[in-house]
């Protein structure tokens, strides 16, 4: 067998920071005679070709991750990632790491690229005494500047002392001013050796050096300087690109020249951090830390700016919800809100609290029941993500806001049904939108996300609304192609949306109860969908049976009745006939759901199954679930029988007991009641005396003299059964498996409704799953019940 411990994904990272899946494969450690020492081999899983040999170097620094990832670089620009399937094969493949390197394996990174030796510290400690000295910045002497800078990397304190003295000699604008001297003689190999320069720069990881880089008159030439990557034949052209492709649309014009500058800054310097800069490795990334945060803080900024310029957006959306206001002129607006949004990604909890019923309160949610409908793609595609923003942060905004429109606005134009025919009419190949919009829909019904609501009757005032005025909206593509036999259309298109109505319809079976069951029973819905049974594609079948399975997976009666009197297991079995035996996920799933009905023993679903197809199914030999299901009827039948064939022979002496037990057990003088009561209840001890269903009316409360005959009879087969229950001394107080010989001295009797002196408690489904819990009832009506002597 396979040793899945050792079992692994082989990741490398490409130039646009993805990683890229390399194969499927095992992982060993052992000596390479070519490589001069311990290596780690990665071998295909099928074909047993070699996907990886990597000597373990004892500089090199191997990162533990997540328990399960062992992440490191070799060379430049190259990382490589094991992912492995068990976290004890990754936990043998680090130590064996460990071990070579010399490390502890408890450590997560083996060469902590900010962890210094103690030779490091002293001359850390020399450094404080005598700051870095810069070379002359001069065209001759950039080579020395490269290799100093890269020096100062290794160590924290020595980057703090560089990134002071770059500071206080205002080094950089010195170093640009070089950079236009050999752009303009073409020194290129100046021009190499200054991006070195500015690359190092950036991995110092210092704000007031970025303040410097990113000021207006300098950012372009530090992007110029970035252009000449020694390892490209050519140059790149993002200044061109920045100044003249990349065009800056006001949606409404700007007259803050600080939020217009800062707007401008902060997309060029993401520019040169998603475009401009190297791909970093996994641990220069953490040496970016500050970049990323240069950028963050600018967009709160941003944020900030506009929220307290009320005018600029009163009129944005003034002019967005202008019926007169062109479809390109509303594409831009809604971009810019779009971007607005994302940004406000970066405020905290409450600020973004505010964020929205700021847009809330401007209108942001009946704006976007215009946008949505606009057949513009871009206007629609970002008002679904400004909607996506809105919902995912606060459900309950929409919530509101749909409960209000219930009897002031049509329903084709209530915002929950124009997101649901959205969702409907996409008409991308891939469904982009409709997936969108299919995940806001199932946050504004999951019931999880309501129970924190303020409005304690939100949860069912919007239930309400849904199944009400929006349900039939979203079922309507799903009853309008299962009006026959086969689903009338199988484009690719057509099944998609399908599927993504079927995945809602489960997750409302599953988390919704009394409104999707009406909205079941009352469309005869599950009929309709299983129509899709019929479906040349796979996963929509799938998705059918999964619906079916959520609603037996409830073991609620009215969903076993309906299913029961609609036949509604035979496009399920025909199906699996269809399939033939085939081992495939559609088999399996079947499957699954016939051995959740036996082991669960839903009894009705059980029996409709084994009368209705059990002569089909019991050719099936490849698995035991229709045998056991068939095993499992035959003794709920067996049980059956015996409690009739018990009822019959009983029956005699229910009639002519009465009279003989009052004359031979006298009771105190009340009511002229002839009736008293015995128990028999089903024991395990008493199989040839199983319980009852019914017991037998009570017709004859005075037998004539010709049958006493058949009363002695009677009362042997009683004092028998009673002889054996007291002696066996076999009582059973939780459950119900008792026979008891009963009657009252003073009271009486406790049941009113008893048919002579004979009751027959017999085994309920409800006794069965409730596993005794009864008990405390038992005990206590035992209290009220004297055995006969």
């Given at each position: 067998?396979?040793?899945?411990r050792?079992?692994?994904?082989?990741?490398?990272?490409?130039?646009?920071?993805?990683?890229?899946?390399?194969?499927t494969?095992?992982?060993?450690?052992?000596?390479?005679?070519r490589l001069?020492?311990?290596?780690?081999?990665?071998?295909?899983?099928?074909?047993?070709s070699?996907?990886?040999?990597?000597?373990?170097?004892?500089?090199?620094?191997?990162?533990?991750?997540?328990?399960?990832?062992?992440?490191?670089?070799?060379?430049?620009?190259?990382?490589?990632?094991?992912?492995?399937?068990?976290?004890?094969?990754c936990?043998?493949?680090?130590?064996?790491?460990?071990q070579?390197?010399?490390?502890?394996?408890?450590?997560?990174?083996?060469?902590?690229?900010?962890?210094?030796?103690?030779?490091?510290?002293?001359?850390?400690?020399?450094?404080?005494?005598q700051?870095?000295?810069?070379?002359?910045?001069?065209?001759?002497?950039?080579?020395?500047?490269?290799?100093?800078?890269?020096?100062?990397?290794?160590?924290?304190?020595?980057?703090?002392?560089?990134a002071a003295?770059?500071e206080?000699?205002?080094?950089?604008?010195k170093?640009?001013?070089?950079?236009?001297?050999?752009?303009?003689?073409?020194?290129?190999e100046?021009l190499?050796?200054?991006?070195?320069?500015?690359?190092?720069?950036f991995?110092?990881?210092?704000?007031?050096?970025?303040?410097?880089?990113?000021?207006?008159?300098?950012?372009?030439?530090?992007?110029?300087?970035?252009?000449?990557?020694?390892?490209?034949?050519?140059?790149?052209?993002h200044?061109?690109?920045?100044?003249?492709?990349?065009?800056?649309r006001e949606?409404?014009?700007?007259?803050?020249?600080?939020?217009?500058?800062k707007?401008?800054?902060?997309?060029?310097?993401?520019?040169?951090?998603?475009?401009?800069?190297?791909?970093?490795?996994?641990?220069?990334?953490?040496?970016?830390?500050t970049?990323?945060?240069?950028?963050?803080?600018?967009?709160?900024?941003?944020?900030?700016l506009i929220?307290?310029?009320?005018?600029?957006?009163?009129?944005?959306?003034?002019?967005?919800?202008?019926?007169?206001?062109?479809?390109t002129?509303?594409?831009?607006?809604?971009?810019?809100?779009?971007?607005?949004?994302?940004?406000?990604?970066?405020?905290?909890?409450?600020?973004?609290?505010?964020?929205?019923?700021?847009?809330?309160?401007?209108g942001?949610?009946?704006?976007?029941?215009?946008?949505?409908?606009?057949?513009?793609?871009?206007t629609?595609?970002a008002?679904?993500?400004?909607?996506?923003?809105?919902?995912?942060?606060?459900?309950?905004?929409?919530r509101?806001?749909?409960?209000?429109?219930?009897?002031?606005?049509?329903?084709?134009?209530?915002?929950?049904?124009?997101?649901?025919?959205?969702?409907?009419?996409?008409?991308?190949?891939?469904?982009?939108?409709?997936?969108?919009?299919?995940?806001?829909?199932?946050?504004?019904?999951?019931p999880?996300?309501m129970?924190?609501?303020?409005n304690?009757s939100?949860?069912?005032?919007f239930?309400?609304?849904?199944?009400k005025?929006?349900?039939?909206?979203?079922?309507?593509?799903?009853?309008?192609?299962?009006?026959?036999?086969?689903?009338?259309?199988?484009?690719?298109?057509?099944?998609?949306?399908?599927?993504?109505?079927?995945?809602?319809?489960?997750?409302?079976?599953?988390?919704?109860?009394?409104?999707?069951?009406?909205?079941?029973?009352?469309?005869?819905?599950?009929?309709?969908i299983?129509?899709?049974?019929?479906?040349?594609?796979?996963?929509?079948?799938?998705?059918?049976?999964?619906?079916?399975?959520?609603?037996?997976?409830?073991?609620?009666?009215?969903?076993n009745?309906?299913?029961?009197?609609?036949?509604?297991?035979?496009?399920?079995i025909?199906?699996?006939?269809?399939?033939?035996?085939?081992?495939?996920?559609?088999?399996?799933?079947?499957?699954?759901?016939?051995?959740?009905i036996?082991?669960?023993d839903?009894?009705?679903?059980?029996?409709?199954?084994?009368?209705?197809?059990?002569?089909?199914l019991?050719?099936?030999e490849?698995?035991?679930?229709?045998?056991?299901l068939?095993?499992?009827?035959?003794?709920h039948?067996d049980?059956?029988?015996?409690?009739?064939?018990?009822?019959?022979s009983?029956?005699?002496?229910?009639?002519v007991?009465?009279?003989?037990?009052?004359?031979?057990?006298?009771?105190?003088?009340?009511?002229?009641?002839?009736?008293?009561?015995?128990?028999?209840?089903?024991d395990?001890?008493?199989?040839d005396?199983?319980?009852?269903d019914q017991?037998?009316?009570?017709?004859?409360?005075?037998?004539?003299?010709?049958?006493?005959?058949?009363?002695?009879?009677?009362?042997?087969?009683i004092?028998?059964?009673?002889?054996k229950?007291?002696c066996?001394?076999?009582?059973?107080?939780?459950?119900?498996?008792?026979?008891?010989?009963?009657?009252?001295?003073?009271?009486?009797?406790?049941?009113?409704?008893?048919?002579?002196?004979?009751?027959?408690?017999?085994?309920?489904?409800?006794?069965?799953?409730g596993?005794?819990?009864?008990?405390?009832?038992?005990?206590e009506?035992?209290?009220?019940?004297?055995?006969?002597?």
């Amino acid at each position: 067998m396979t040793d899945t411990r050792r079992r692994v994904k082989l990741y490398a990272l490409n130039a646009d920071r993805q990683w890229d899946d390399r194969g499927t494969g095992h992982v060993s450690s052992c000596y390479v005679e070519r490589l001069k020492g311990t290596s780690l081999l990665v071998r295909a899983e099928s074909d047993g070709s070699l996907l990886l040999e990597s000597k373990i170097q004892p500089d090199t620094a191997y990162q533990k991750q997540q328990d399960t990832l062992i992440v490191w670089s070799e060379g430049d620009n190259f990382d490589l990632a094991l992912s492995f399937q068990e976290k004890a094969g990754c936990d043998e493949i680090w130590e064996k790491i460990c071990q070579v390197q010399g490390k502890d394996p408890s450590v997560e990174i083996t060469q902590d690229i900010v962890e210094e030796s103690e030779d490091e510290r002293f001359d850390e400690m020399s450094d404080s005494v005598q700051p870095v000295e810069l070379p002359a910045c001069e065209m001759g002497r950039l080579e020395d500047i490269s290799e100093l800078v890269n020096s100062c990397l290794v160590s924290p304190a020595r980057k703090d002392k560089l990134a002071a003295a770059l500071e206080s000699q205002n080094y950089i604008k010195k170093l640009l001013n070089l950079f236009h001297m050999c752009e303009d003689i073409e020194n290129i190999e100046g021009l190499h050796h200054l991006y070195e320069i500015f690359k190092s720069i950036f991995l110092l990881n210092k704000n007031a050096l970025f303040d410097t880089m990113f000021a207006d008159d300098t950012i372009f030439d530090v992007v110029g300087c970035l252009e000449y990557d020694p390892g490209l034949p050519q140059p790149k052209k993002h200044r061109e690109y920045l100044r003249e492709l990349a065009k800056f649309r006001e949606a409404i014009p700007i007259k803050n020249k600080d939020l217009l500058a800062k707007i401008h800054q902060t997309y060029r310097v993401q520019y040169i951090q998603d475009i401009v800069l190297p791909t970093p490795t996994v641990f220069e990334d953490n040496l970016l830390s500050t970049l990323s945060s240069f950028i963050f803080f600018n967009k709160v900024e941003i944020v900030k700016l506009i929220e307290e310029d009320e005018k600029f957006l009163t009129d944005l959306f003034k002019l967005l919800m202008d019926n007169k206001t062109p479809d390109t002129k509303r594409r831009d607006l809604v971009l810019f809100l779009k971007e607005f949004c994302n940004f406000s990604q970066n405020l905290q909890p409450q600020d973004k609290d505010a964020f929205y019923k700021t847009l809330v309160s401007l209108g942001i949610l009946p704006a976007l029941e215009i946008t949505l409908s606009i057949n513009d793609q871009k206007t629609k595609t970002a008002s679904i993500d400004i909607l996506t923003y809105i919902v995912e942060f606060s459900p309950s905004v929409m919530r509101d806001h749909t409960l209000q429109q219930a009897n002031i606005t049509k329903e084709e134009k209530m915002l929950l049904n124009v997101v649901i025919e959205q969702m409907l009419r996409d008409r991308d190949p891939e469904l982009g939108g409709a997936v969108q919009l299919m995940g806001v829909l199932r946050i504004l019904l999951d019931p999880e996300s309501m129970l924190a609501s303020v409005n304690k009757s939100e949860k069912a005032d919007f239930l309400n609304f849904f199944y009400k005025h929006s349900i039939q909206t979203l079922i309507a593509p799903l009853l309008g192609n299962t009006t026959g036999e086969k689903p009338l259309k199988e484009d690719y298109h057509t099944v998609q949306l399908l599927g993504l109505v079927l995945e809602l319809l489960s997750f409302c079976v599953e988390h919704h109860t009394y409104h999707i069951k009406t909205c079941i029973l009352n469309k005869d819905l599950l009929r309709r969908i299983l129509v899709l049974m019929r479906s040349t594609h796979t996963f929509l079948v799938l998705g059918a049976l999964r619906f079916m399975r959520k609603i037996i997976a409830l073991k609620d009666e009215y969903y076993n009745r309906y299913i029961i009197k609609g036949n509604l297991f035979a496009p399920v079995i025909d199906a699996f006939l269809r399939n033939n035996g085939r081992y495939n996920l559609l088999d399996s799933a079947i499957l699954e759901l016939f051995e959740f009905i036996k082991l669960e023993d839903i009894k009705s679903l059980c029996s409709h199954v084994v009368e209705n197809y059990g002569k089909i199914l019991e050719d099936v030999e490849y698995v035991q679930t229709f045998k056991a299901l068939k095993s499992r009827y035959d003794q709920h039948q067996d049980k059956l029988k015996e409690r009739d064939r018990v009822s019959g022979s009983v029956g005699v002496a229910e009639a002519v007991v009465p009279s003989l037990l009052r004359t031979r057990y006298r009771r105190e003088a009340r009511a002229p009641d002839d009736e008293e009561e015995m128990w028999f209840n089903d024991d395990d001890e008493l199989d040839d005396e199983p319980p009852l269903d019914q017991p037998a009316p009570h017709t004859h409360p005075h037998p004539q003299p010709h049958n006493h005959a058949h009363a002695h009879h009677a009362l042997d087969a009683i004092g028998k059964i009673v002889e054996k229950k007291v002696c066996s001394n076999t009582e059973t107080v939780n459950g119900p498996s008792r026979v008891l010989l009963s009657t009252t001295t003073a009271s009486k009797p406790t049941h009113t409704d008893v048919q002579g002196l004979v009751d027959y408690d017999a085994d309920s489904d409800e006794e069965e799953e409730g596993g005794g819990g009864g008990g405390g009832g038992t005990e206590e009506r035992d209290a009220k019940r004297p055995r006969l002597a």
